[in-house]
């Protein structure tokens, strides 16, 4: 699979994108600055010993050449970024990682108008792409230590069973467990975990807090 990780040159996105070039998969780096994620994709490809299997692009570009695009921009870099890439998102799956902030307090949770981030993007983007909420609670410390495990699952939003389906795969692919989470409209709920989770890592000085599902 083709895998677009549009804001990708940060800590979120790029450990994403190295997991998942890792267990096999076309990764391309998506920016507003091009030769910025080259140089991501680059240091990547040299991380993982494996030339060319991590690329770098704009995002309109990258959206463009993948299967799936996922999204980690900021929040509030995120209208902007899905107006520029909308029609290259046509008829594809987009991941939305984001995470509306408190701009007064990163640990209490904003809940935007339309409920959720990733609600307000697949009202932006319309019905000819399928929104799909996940990995919002995963902590970057963890994600490029190839070599160990994320005490932390994955919950995954949507309406589509079947982009689902594809994201809990990707879930998988990079090491973790998903678990089907219900309707895009429960987003609401696995965004506001974060800033509790981030409360968390604050008051008890502990790193990537995480959650689990029990019962099994």
């Not at 904003?110 to 409920?115: D, E, L, S």
Request: aromatic share 2%; charged share 20%.
């Amino acid at each position: 699979m083709k895998i677009a990780v549009l804001g990708g040159t940060g800590k979120e996105g790029s450990g994403l994108a190295m997991r998942w070039a890792n267990s096999g998969h076309q990764v391309v780096i998506g920016s507003r600055d091009e030769a910025k994620a080259q140089r991501v994709a680059e240091e990547l490809n040299l991380a993982l010993d494996a030339a060319g299997v991590v690329t770098g692009l704009n995002n309109v570009a990258a959206a463009r050449a993948s299967d799936v695009a996922v999204l980690t921009v900021p929040y509030a870099a995120h209208r902007d970024t899905l107006s520029t890439v909308k029609e290259a998102l046509t008829g594809k799956v987009l991941v939305d990682v984001t995470v509306p902030v408190n701009p007064n307090d990163f640990t209490r949770v904003a809940v935007p108008a339309a409920g959720s981030a990733a609600r307000e993007a697949q009202d932006l983007l319309g019905d000819g792409v399928h929104v799909v909420a996940a990995f919002q609670n995963i902590s970057a410390t963890h994600l490029k230590k190839l070599g160990s495990s994320i005490d932390c699952d994955v919950l995954v939003c949507g309406d589509s069973d079947e982009a689902k389906k594809a994201v809990l795969q990707l879930v998988a692919d990079a090491g973790m467990r998903g678990w089907d989470a219900g309707p895009l409209d429960n987003a609401v709920v696995v965004e506001g975990m974060t800033p509790i989770l981030l409360g968390i890592n604050r008051r008890h000085k502990i790193k990537g807090a995480g959650i689990r599902i029990t019962g099994l």
